[in-house]
């Protein structure tokens, strides 16, 4: 709450001088919502995440299942059996958080797809943006959608349909 108020007014302050230059809005939700490569793209990412997530449940549940027989057979087996079966859980219980991580994991296989399928698609926004900023002569431009504590922006200064219509996207 804090920060915020420090924000508020380190923009009030700013507003004070910035009274000759000029500044717009754009609301990255919107404008994302309307680029079908986007909604594809997250597609893509939901798809391939549920195919990722389905190897390693089913890795999980082998090391399950080889817990619940280990439970089982306990009684029966010598001190050689137990450990070899032991350390079969482990190993399997690790290949399940190797996998996990392999995919899912900051540098994982997720984290590179998303990079690569929407780095594209925020260039291309990104390039909209700062044409539009200098074809109109805009210092700053604010996305209103991140938490940034816009607590309002007037509708005059918003550009959003008109960086879809640059992208070639009608609304």
Request: glycine fraction near 4%.
């Amino acid at each position: 709450m804090m920060k915020k108020i420090t924000l508020l007014m380190v923009l009030f302050a700013s507003a004070v001088s910035m009274q000759a230059q000029k500044f717009a809005l754009v609301d990255m939700e919107y404008i994302l919502r309307n680029i079908p490569a986007y909604e594809r793209a997250n597609e893509q990412l939901s798809q391939v995440s549920k195919q990722w997530q389905a190897e390693v449940d089913a890795i999980t549940t082998e090391a399950q299942t080889l817990y619940k027989n280990y439970q089982n057979e306990v009684v029966f087996l010598s001190k050689e059996q137990k450990k070899a079966k032991q350390d079969a859980i482990v190993e399997k219980e690790k290949a399940a958080a190797d996998l996990k991580k392999k995919y899912f994991g900051p540098e994982g296989e997720l984290f590179k797809k998303r990079t690569a399928l929407m780095t594209p698609i925020q260039e291309e926004i990104y390039n909209a943006v700062k044409d539009i900023a200098d074809m109109r002569g805009y210092q700053l431009i604010l996305d209103r959608a991140s938490d940034t504590g816009i607590i309002f922006g007037s509708p005059k200064i918003d550009i959003s349909s008109e960086v879809l219509r640059k992208l070639g996207y009608s609304n």
